[in-house]
């Protein structure tokens, strides 16, 4: 590994990155769609498609009312304790702190979400900065919520990689000007996530640590 590629910076994406909320999604989506839709089956397979994006986006790139974000958050946060920790994520997280690396969320969920989830599932204390869509004029794929994420950081694009399970995740990290690497270990569409042309794949978290100072898989 260069040193060209040996990043001291590294902007996460959460959902389907660091954790497994599909479970939770599913079934909040389904709560918040009979609340305001009605009968009928839930498309969250659509919903999926929109992955990564700040949900009232999904609501307006899918149709839908925007009120269902109220009973959507409520039940999210509801069942809160069913989300999972992929596997590895702790200690890919320890090793990035032991080695001095600085890391930052950068989200599709609100701030104050996000950190709650983090705070349940204990990762919160391994993280330097969480940056949610609401706490940017553009969420992804714009360049403003990673740029958020760099500044609370007091980073440099250069110095950074974006890593992410989204299409959109991609886009933001390079419009951003970090480099950007593929996390497979998720439920994420492969093809479309590889056809944007990361600068790097991975197929486990660990794998990251082959891209940072010190860092060993």
Known sequence: MTAHHAFPTVVFDLDGVLIDSFGVMRQAFAVAYREVVG???????EYRTHQGRYFPDIMRLMGLPGAMERPFVEASHRLIHEVQVYP???????????????????????????????????????????????????????PDIVREGLRRLGAEPADAVMVGDAVIDIQSGRAAGTATAAALWGETETDQLLAEKPDFVLAKPTELLALVPGGTR
């Open 88 to 142: 590895d994520v702790p200690l890919l997280l320890a090793r990035l702190r032991e080695a001095g690396v600085r890391t930052a969320i950068a989200t599709g969920k609100s701030g104050d979400r996000a950190r709650a989830v983090l705070d349940v599932v204990g990762l919160l204390p391994l993280l330097d900065a969480v940056v949610g869509s609401d706490e940017v004029d553009r969420p992804k794929p714009a």
């Open 39 to 45: 009968d009928g089956e839930p498309p969250f397979e």
